[in-house]
Nanobody, 129 residues
Framework: QLQLVESGGGSVQPGGSLRLSCTVS????????VGWFRQAPGKEREGVSS????????NYADSVKDRFTISRDSDKNAVFLQMNNLRPEDTAVYYC??????????????????????WGQGIQVTVSS
């Protein structure tokens, strides 16, 4: 059974930084794309960033471009989201998810929730002064 566990969330002031980690277990081969999503109260879950199997291709939502960076360490089955210059509107529960059969191949990933098969339990990120 594939499991994803997020860590690294918390509270930070505007302009601060956090680094989220997503550790994947229960799947021996790192052939999965990974996405980070977030959901604020009263809003739909939205894609934040995603990274391909190869790690060579990434996507970002317009709202986080130039502030967030996604990366993966396949040896450790982990994916990271470095979040800089955080804003109050980044406050949300953040989820990581795995796509076990990325339809675009090893250099493709998606920001659409429907593409993902397994989800973590989520972790809170709060940006407030």
């Amino acid at each position: 059974q594939l499991q994803l566990v997020e860590s690294g969330g918390g509270s930070v002031q505007p302009g601060g930084s956090l680094r989220l980690s997503c550790t994947v277990s229960g799947f021996n081969l790192p052939y999965y794309a990974v996405g980070w999503f977030r959901q604020a109260p009263g809003k739909e879950r939205e894609g934040v960033s995603s990274i391909s199997v190869s790690g060579g291709a990434a996507n970002y939502a317009d709202s986080v471009k130039d502030r967030f960076t996604i990366s993966r360490d396949s040896d450790k089955n982990a994916v990271f989201l470095q979040m800089n210059n955080l804003r109050p509107e980044d406050t949300a529960v953040y989820y990581c998810a795995a796509d076990l059969a990325p339809r675009g191949g090893v250099s493709w990933s998606s920001l659409q929730t429907s593409e993902y098969d397994y989800w973590g339990q989520g972790i809170q990120v709060t940006v407030s002064s």
